[in-house]
């Protein structure tokens, strides 16, 4: 069936000419990922239309427009619940759209809030506190070293080798410094000295399933002991990724169980990423999700991960496409005039 897809993004080049700041715009996307989408879209078979921004969205939803299904890559500008923003429009018109609901977008762009969710559902994940002002690091009741980050950002945004705290005494001008900088809480963890994976998910509900994992690897060239921004924006020259495998590794086989896990407690949708942690027993931990991954076929981690596994860009866009398909006939059609 050939459908009508409207492509919905945020381009990191139109907020820079709009004033707003590199960090600012650290999640938002390149041309050549948009391009990569549409084609691959197209290659499929389907029609495609550019969209734009949440905005834009907006004007032409009440212009009359239509499509029968919406690919969403768009990560929203203000507040903590930016990345529903379009799926929110995309619901008020009975549109159905990939990836998560506004529900699910909101709550795991809270990485606190994702926690608790988790924690209670029994995954495994580490301790944490939630910092409004730099004085609540007092109450942390779990030993150092700590690791600081935004509660609310992606991309790495905020995360620095400074992120990693030794003592307690310097908690709370850690703490300052990011609330200052970031104006929102931050989220403070145990740091976690083991491993590190991202576990790419395909799919939605029981019909869920693990893609594959890779395991980040910092060179001597990289920022160390943390995944941070400047490692994630320079992985070319600074990050190996090396494809595990459950069946080789108990390690990998437990973190994929507990990353499967999360995806479906939280109820993400169609593609997505899981990064977890191990700690110094070797325990894989949740650490966040991703249900608006990056995408770039070359430098986004879901796209490595198919690259490992000899899985087309294409063909990766196809199952994000099957998967939220299948919604379109169950989204409600807007009857009568607004």
């Known amino acids: 069936m050939t459908l009508n897809i409207g492509l919905t993004y945020d381009l990191r080049s139109a907020y820079l000419a709009e004033g707003y700041s590199e960090?600012?715009?650290?999640?938002?996307?390149?041309?050549?990922?948009?391009?990569?989408?549409?084609?691959?879209i197209q290659s499929l078979g389907h029609r495609t239309e550019r969209i734009g921004h949440g905005r834009q969205l907006a004007a032409a939803l009440a212009a009359g427009r239509h499509w029968d299904l919406v690919f969403n890559i768009a990560e929203g500008m203000h507040g903590i619940g930016r990345e529903a923003q379009v799926p929110a429009l995309l619901d008020m018109y009975g549109i159905a759209y990939t990836f998560s609901d506004p529900l699910v977008m909101s709550l795991t762009l809270h990485k606190g809030m994702t926690k608790r969710v988790?924690?209670?559902a029994g995954v495994p994940t580490a301790d944490f506190f939630v910092a409004q002002t730099p004085?609540?690091?007092?109450?942390?009741?779990?030993?150092?070293?700590y690791f600081v980050k935004p509660v609310a950002?992606?991309?790495?945004?905020?995360?620095?080798?400074?992120?990693?705290?030794?003592?307690h005494a310097s908690l709370a001008d850690a703490c300052r410094l990011l609330i200052e900088?970031?104006?929102?809480?931050?989220?403070?963890?145990?740091?976690?000295?083991?491993?590190?994976?991202?576990t790419g998910i395909i799919g939605t509900g029981e019909k869920a399933r693990v893609l594959g994992t890779i395991e980040v690897h910092l060179l001597d060239t990289a920022e160390q002991?943390?995944?941070?921004?400047?490692?994630?924006?320079?992985?070319e020259s600074r990050v190996v990724y090396r494809l595990v495998r459950p069946a080789d590794d108990p390690v990998v086989a437990d973190a994929e169980?507990?990353?499967?896990?999360?995806?479906?407690?939280?109820g993400c949708r169609d593609a997505g990423r899981i990064?977890?942690?191990?700690?110094?027993?070797d325990h894989p931990l949740f650490m966040e999700v991703n249900p608006l991954a990056g995408i770039h076929p070359e430098h986004s981690d879901l796209p490595i991960i198919c690259n490992h596994l000899g899985v087309s860009y294409r063909e990766l866009i196809g199952w994000i496409i099957e998967s939220a398909a299948g919604r379109i006939e169950a989204a409600p059609r807007l009857r009568g005039a607004a």
Not at 23 to 40: L, M, Q
């Open 23 to 40: 960090d600012e715009t650290a999640e938002f996307d390149r041309e050549d990922t948009v391009a990569a989408i549409e084609s691959a």
């Open 118 to 120: 988790i924690r209670d």
């Open 135 to 145: 004085a609540d690091a007092d109450a942390v009741g779990f030993p150092p070293p």
């Open 153 to 167: 950002e992606g991309t790495g945004k905020g995360i620095t080798p400074q992120s990693i705290v030794r003592q």
């Open 181 to 198: 900088t970031y104006r929102q809480p931050v989220i403070i963890e145990p740091y976690l000295p083991g491993r590190e994976f991202t």
């Open 225 to 235: 002991g943390v995944y941070s921004y400047i490692n994630k924006e320079d992985c």
């Open 257 to 266: 169980a507990v990353a499967l896990a999360a995806w479906r407690t939280l």
């Open 275 to 281: 990064d977890l942690r191990c700690d110094a027993g």
